[in-house]
């Protein structure tokens, strides 16, 4: 299918309903504190997982959105857990925060990330949008993964990674990711060439982690939901191409609340297991076959892949 085609097979998902019991789950959600993040902890919250971490790197923040929810689900069992995914410090301590607290993971879904950044780098001195994005999730992930295979391995257990891409995907570099260029601030990219390049980076992450380990019972997937209302797009639509002024004016036409857009994430990550095809990307709700040729690239899922592993050799928990 190509990308902008109306999809014709939609998955019909209702958070009321088609959220299982999470009798027992472990649930850690980065950038759980603002829009999707936050919509997708309430809606989880109200089917009675055992514990649910909303990392993230402001605290205030944090505990203020945990009142918030807890004020409309009273029940929900948030806890906060530091994680700066610009210091690969952070996330290796955040990694080690958790497995210290919890002796499984069954559900991980690497929803933060930052959109049209200037330009600058990370602590580690990756461009600011892959190293956020890319980067900090794939180290949470790797100190992770074996909590998530142990909790795989248990009968019954329903293992699942989640990674939020974008339909800005489709504006990465020619060559998909410029690797040479990784380590410095990327200058002569425009920042929204940046931001596709991570976005990018999401799908061929979740693809490549699900052919490594889904022999081992992780579901890996990535997701995009939607053009969304979020605090993300604030900061963007006033200077996307010049076009600011317009798009403020029609914003309410093209961009959907966060409850709607919660749906694809918050299916992929609970609907029903054989329904969700490993190594995907989906459109809103459950829709494949909306990415760009570079994401589904294998060749280029191995690279990358490679190119991770390499750079997070040194970190462990």
């Not at 929204?192 to 061929?204: C, D, F, H, P, V």
Request: charged share 20%; hydrophobic share 40%; aromatic share 6%.
């Amino acid at each position: 299918m190509l990308y902008g085609a109306i999809p014709r097979n939609i998955v019909s998902f209702n958070t009321e309903t088609d959220i299982p019991d999470l009798n027992g789950k472990i649930i850690l959600i980065t950038g759980g504190n603002v829009g999707l993040g936050k919509q997708t902890i309430l809606q989880l919250s109200k089917h009675n997982p055992k514990r649910i971490y909303l990392a993230a790197r402001t605290a205030s923040k944090a505990e203020a959105a945990i009142q918030e929810i807890q004020s409309l689900v009273p029940s929900a069992p948030i806890t906060y857990i530091n994680c700066d995914l610009t210091s690969l410090e952070s996330v290796q301590q955040c990694a080690r925060d958790l497995t210290t607290k919890e002796e499984r993971l069954d559900l991980l879904v690497l929803n933060a990330g930052i959109m049209a950044s200037p330009a600058g780098t990370t602590k580690e001195g990756y461009e600011i949008q892959f190293g956020t994005n890319h980067v900090g999730h794939a180290l949470l992930t790797k100190l992770l993964l074996p909590t998530l295979v142990k909790t795989a391995a248990e009968p019954g257990a329903d293992v699942r990674v989640i990674s939020l891409s974008s339909l800005g995907h489709l504006g990465a570099p020619s060559s998909g990711i410029a690797f040479p260029d990784l380590q410095t601030e990327m200058k002569s990219y425009s920042t929204w060439t940046r931001y596709g390049q991570s976005k990018l980076a999401n799908i061929l992450f979740a693809k490549a982690l699900q052919k490594r380990y889904g022999v081992k019972g992780i579901k890996a997937v990535a997701v995009h939901p939607g053009v969304v209302n979020t605090d993300l797009y604030k900061p963007t639509l006033s200077g996307f191409m010049g076009f600011g002024p317009l798009l403020n004016r029609v914003k309410r036409f093209l961009v959907t609340g966060v409850e709607k857009g919660a749906l694809n994430q918050l299916w992929a990550a609970v609907g029903k297991r054989d329904e969700v095809v490993g190594g995907e990307y989906y459109t809103p709700v459950g829709v494949i076959g909306q990415g760009s040729k570079a994401s589904s690239d294998e060749v280029l899922a191995d690279n990358l892949w490679e190119w991770t592993e390499k750079a997070l050799a040194g970190y462990s928990i």
